[in-house]
């Protein structure tokens, strides 16, 4: 597809289940971005993946949160141990990566995660 | 602690009429901002952007407004049209970072147009 694509869109789960969230960027992209929007909230950072070099986490709540990218392009976003506060619009974007003020996102449209 | 804030939740305008949509920040490190629109079940778009050498950026309907002094950004849109409803978000960068795209983001406004 020509856009970011993000499954599942919908994801309903226990508290205390692990899930894990899929993306694919748009292919040639080199930068990954994950974020989330909780109700009510902005976007809130949560990692970056720039090419081969290592990952910006600084944006992880918890370590109960982890992502990888594999092969420099789909990635996947995991939840350890579900709490109803991960409960979030979880968005992924991609951008050419060369750098510069003019990187413009693409981003995909979600997944919604619901922690019962 | 909320670096851009938008604290207008939702504004209603009249089709033809200015719509103004405000954001202020409170990081002086930033040094580029953005405006991304957001559709109902579908993910931000890029709409405008401005770097914080310029106090003006317009681009066909939409112009963008930066007073660095004031740490204050405002996005107008002229005239509105009923297609422009959406929650309108203001997003920061440059914080003394290199990825341009770690973006700080607002808590979004609901715009709507009505005809």
């Known amino acids: 597809g020509a856009g970011v694509s993000q499954s599942p869109s919908n994801k309903v789960t226990e508290k205390g289940k692990d899930v894990e969230l899929r993306c694919d960027p748009i292919?040639?992209?080199?930068?990954l971005y994950w974020y989330r929007q909780s109700l009510g909230q902005g976007l809130e950072f949560l990692i970056y993946?720039?090419?081969?070099?290592?990952?910006?986490k600084s944006g992880l709540p918890s370590d109960r949160f982890s992502a990888e990218r594999t092969g420099g392009s789909v990635s996947t976003l995991t939840i350890q141990r579900t709490q109803q506060e991960d409960s979030a619009v979880y968005l992924c974007a991609s951008s050419l990566g060369a750098s510069g003020h003019n990187e413009k996102l693409f981003f995909g449209s979600g997944t919604q995660l619901s922690v019962l | 602690d909320q670096q851009v804030k938008q604290n207008s939740p939702s504004l209603s305008v009249q089709e033809g009429r200015i719509s103004i949509l405000n954001c202020d920040y409170t990081?002086?490190?930033?040094?580029?901002f953005l405006w991304y629109k957001k559709y109902p079940a579908e993910g931000p778009t890029f709409l405008i952007s401005?770097?914080?050498?310029?106090d003006k950026n317009e681009d066909g309907r939409f112009t963008v407004f930066l007073n660095k002094s004031a740490k204050h950004l405002s996005l107008h849109i002229v005239p509105s049209q009923p297609g422009d409803s959406a929650v309108y978000f203001c997003a920061a960068s440059g914080a003394g970072g290199t990825s341009y795209g770690k973006l700080t983001f607002g808590q979004g406004t609901i715009l709507t147009v009505h005809p």
């Open positions: 401005i770097s914080s050498i310029k």
């Open positions: 990081n002086s490190m930033f040094d580029y």
């Open positions: 292919s040639g992209h080199t930068a």
């Open positions: 993946f720039q090419g081969n070099s290592a990952p910006d």
